[in-house]
T-cell receptor
Framework: GDSVTQMEGPVTLSEEAFLTINCTYT??????LFWYVQYPGEGLQLLLK?????DKGSNKGFEATYRKETTSFHLEKGSVQVSDSAVYFC???????????FGQGTRLTINP | DADVTQTPRNRITKTGKRIMLECSQT?????MYWYRQDPGLGLRLIYY???????NKGEISDGYSVSRQAQAKFSLSLESAIPNQTALYFC????????????FGPGTRLTVT
């Protein structure tokens, strides 16, 4: 079946460090890919998305590129801030299915 | 702002009690979802509804039921709560003609003692 695998956390970095959170997927068709962020005590917020191969999603300094050849959608940020501390979820949806499949989440902590 | 709201935000109940969680949205979306979040397990789909007359089971529907009272309202019921239903519950919405992203409510933290 369709699935998403994220790098295990927790991940702890210092402020201004470079961030990569790996995400790979398995899908029977051509999915749209998403990153969601969950801040403490809140619901999930859509961070960025990409709907076809080689698309790059970006928002708030975060980027991820849809790589069909490696079935990956890794999240990156060049310089993290304390306010980026949250849980990050990678997810996919197949065209027509409209049901999100989530990875298990990666907890990120940024220390000042 | 158009939004997804959930009530209650926190609830403590006893084993065997019936409980209802409610979700309302002002986004005008036709599709609504209920998810459960447990530590280390990510989000799992309980039920989803693509319109008022369409209700579908997700991957973990046992012990739960839903009602789509209107396009904007989707409620989740636990007929007889048990302790392993202690979790964080999220409602979400999406537009059927969109690219698949879903918009989430703030969540309900349910504790069954």
């Amino acid at each position: 079946g369709d699935s998403v695998t994220q790098m295990e956390g927790p991940v702890t970095l210092s402020e201004e460090a470079f961030l990569t959170i790996n995400c790979t997927y398995t899908a029977t068709g051509y999915p749209s890919l998403f990153w969601y962020v969950q801040y403490p005590g809140e619901g999930l917020q859509l961070l960025l998305k990409a709907t076809k191969a080689d698309d790059k999603g970006s928002n708030k300094g975060f980027e991820a590129t849809y790589r069909k050849e490696t079935t990956s959608f890794h999240l990156e940020k060049g310089s993290v801030q304390v306010s980026d501390s949250a849980v990050y979820f990678c997810a996919l949806v197949l065209q027509g299915a409209q049901k999100l499949v989530f990875g298990q989440g990666t907890r990120l902590t940024i220390n000042p | 702002d158009a939004d997804v709201t959930q009530t209650p935000r926190n609830r403590i109940t006893k084993t065997g009690k019936r409980i209802m969680l409610e979700c309302s949205q002002t986004k005008g979306h036709d599709r609504m979802y209920w998810y459960r979040q447990d530590p280390g397990l990510g989000l799992r789909l309980i039920y989803y509804s693509f319109d008022v007359k369409d209700i579908n089971k997700g991957e973990i529907s046992d012990g739960y039921s839903v009602s789509r009272q209107a396009q904007a309202k989707f409620s989740l019921s636990l007929e007889s709560a048990i302790p392993n239903q202690t979790a964080l519950y999220f409602c979400a919405t999406s537009v059927g003609s969109g690219t698949g992203e879903q918009y989430f409510g703030p969540g309900t933290r349910l504790t069954v003692t």
